[in-house]
């Protein structure tokens, strides 16, 4: 997908601390210190009022950021933090494991995941159709996952702190756009409601037969919604 977004857009991909090639932070790891060094790294290359776009825990990191009135359009995809206590119990006792499962299995993953089976019984969770995807796909994302140090640590900042604060209307420095899959099994679909209703400005897109990952499952929609919705 951000091949097909650089070919109309400039696309600088960060990664955020502890995950990629980027040093884990010294201190304490939540969303706030995550979006903190988002924070910095945006002054620090001049880069303000550029449209930030984010999936899962960092679509829950671009709306922090148009909370706090940094970036320009926001375009958040099935963004963490607008759980149920019930729910964000359930999404820590069964992603765990499974981030568990994936490391002990990491050098077999090319293989695994470069077969249909193994693709529906390991991604079952993220994807509406995992069969479907190819390896070169979901690779990169699952790998990153099991290598990067901070995993662990950014899933308990996602399910043990605080849930995510709204934005009054009026108060964002550009457009917010909130795009969620119909089947997403790890931000349920319900919680859509409570994301716009703290993000009154918010317009709320559905991908129809997609999970958790719109850029695996729909991601010539998820293109040309983020195009659509920044400039």
Do not use: Y
């Not at 969303?31 to 790294?41: G, K, N, P, Q």
């Amino acid at each position: 997908m951000i091949d097909e977004l650089a070919e109309h857009r400039e696309v600088i991909a960060v990664d955020l601390p502890g995950f990629g090639e980027t040093p884990p932070l010294t201190g304490e790891v939540s969303i706030a210190t995550l979006t903190d060094s988002v924070v910095d790294f945006i002054h620090e290359q001049g880069l303000d009022g550029v449209a930030t776009v984010g999936q899962s825990m960092g679509g829950r990191m671009v709306l922090e950021l148009a909370r706090r009135g940094v970036g320009g359009d926001t375009v958040a995809l099935d963004p963490g933090g607008f759980w149920s206590d019930r729910e964000v119990a359930v999404f820590g006792a069964t992603l765990r494991p499974s981030i568990v499962l994936v490391r002990a299995l990491r050098s077999r993953l090319p293989s695994l995941l470069g077969s249909p089976v193994g693709r529906t019984v390991l991604l079952a969770q993220l994807s509406a159709r995992p069969w479907s995807l190819s390896r070169e796909t979901c690779l990169p994302d699952v790998a990153g996952l099991a290598d990067a140090p901070s995993t662990g640590a950014a899933l308990d900042a996602l399910t043990k702190g605080p849930k995510q604060q709204g934005a009054l209307a009026g108060t964002v420095p550009g457009r917010v756009t909130i795009g969620w899959g119909r089947r997403d099994l790890v931000t349920l679909p319900k919680q859509a409601a409570r994301a716009t209703e703290l993000f009154p400005d918010a317009v709320l897109h559905w991908f129809e037969r997609c999970g958790h990952f719109p850029q695996w499952d729909a991601p010539h929609e998820a293109t040309r919604l983020i195009l659509d919705s920044t400039h």
